[in-house]
């Protein structure tokens, strides 16, 4: 097969909202839906295909499904997220690579957001205003205070931050967002808004980044470009233009997200509909495909490190 249609595996947290069944028709077991992992081989929740864990489905056919720039990494690369944050998140950093395999045992955590919704005053909090010394970084975790020096971003449709690990971070109340990440599930929580939930202070101050944030938009002519993934746009309105093309190599898969539309993708002699939610993995080496019709989609791929 060369389009693999995914089930994603669905997650509900404390802040997780409807808007994921309500408007994307997935299907969790819970009443609310805070993430939807829509491309995962994550031991934590993969998602499948006909039934079957995507980690499965690649040791039967082989990593050469993955590509070449695939070919030497322990694990399966990436992991895409949609995210209904109906509640704040917790403030939380991630840890590198390094770090993260030598205290957790998995990979670090590089990721991108691209915002699909929000409410009229939702913020995504990314990184320091200004630099802090260590001593106030801890004073503030103490009394409550650290969201006051974070680089309050305003949470708008189409909005791209990257953040790269040892960044704070944090999702505001109200925003629907696509997140694109290392594969990997480490998270150091700092402040959680009194929610009953361990919080991992000393492992947060191993590896926070106290300088000012850069902030990184889109990376033209990608949405976003680093080392583990990237990031394409496809708007297809069906009218003006209805019909985008491209080739999956034998270096990456490519995975396809729509966000909006219905239509028809075609990679060789296989053809399959597509709507709103729908996730597809396009194996490497499948050759010519084709999206046509109304198609508001992320295209990503996983590059060769080298050339970063």
């Not at 045992?105 to 009229?120: C, I, M, N, T």
């Not at 205070?145 to 974070?150: C, E, R, S």
């Not at 680089?151 to 189409?158: D, L, Q, S, Y």
């Not at 003006?240 to 966000?259: M, P, R, T």
């Amino acid at each position: 097969m060369a389009i693999l249609k995914l089930k994603p595996a669905c997650k509900d947290y404390v802040w997780g909202g409807r808007r994921l069944i309500e408007e994307f028709g997935i299907q969790p077991d819970a009443k609310t839906l805070a993430e939807a992992w829509v491309l995962s081989a994550h031991p934590d929740g993969a998602s499948t295909v006909d039934g079957e864990p995507l980690p499965d489905y690649i040791k039967r056919h082989g990593k050469e499904i993955l590509g070449t720039n695939c070919q030497g990494m322990r694990d399966f690369p990436i992991l895409v997220k949609i995210i209904d944050a109906h509640d704040n998140l917790s403030v939380q950093v991630h840890p590198d690579d390094a770090y993260a395999l030598v205290n957790e045992g998995q990979r670090g955590k590089s990721e991108v957001w691209y915002v699909l919704d929000s409410a009229e005053d939702a913020v995504l909090y990314c990184g320091f205003r200004e630099k802090i010394s260590r001593e106030e970084f801890v004073a503030r975790i103490k009394d409550n205070t650290l969201i006051d020096v974070l680089h309050a971003v305003p949470a708008k449709r189409g909005e791209v931050l990257f953040i790269p690990a040892g960044t704070v971070h944090a999702l505001g109340k109200g925003v629907l967002l696509v997140e694109i990440q290392e594969n990997s599930n480490v998270t150091y929580r700092i402040f959680d808004y009194g929610r009953d939930r361990p919080l991992h202070i000393a492992k947060a101050l191993d590896v926070t980044n106290l300088n000012p944030s850069v902030e990184r938009g889109e990376q033209y002519p990608h949405v976003a470009a680093c080392p583990y993934f990237v990031v394409d746009k496809l708007d297809l309105d069906g009218e003006i233009l209805s019909e985008a093309q491209g080739v999956v190599d034998e270096k990456s898969f490519l995975h396809v997200l729509v966000l909006g539309g219905e239509g028809v993708i075609t990679c060789g002699d296989e053809e399959v509909r597509y709507g709103k939610g729908d996730s597809f993995l396009l194996t490497a080496g499948s050759g010519e495909w084709t999206i046509s019709g109304t198609c508001d989609a992320l295209l990503t791929t996983v590059p060769d490190a080298k050339n970063f």
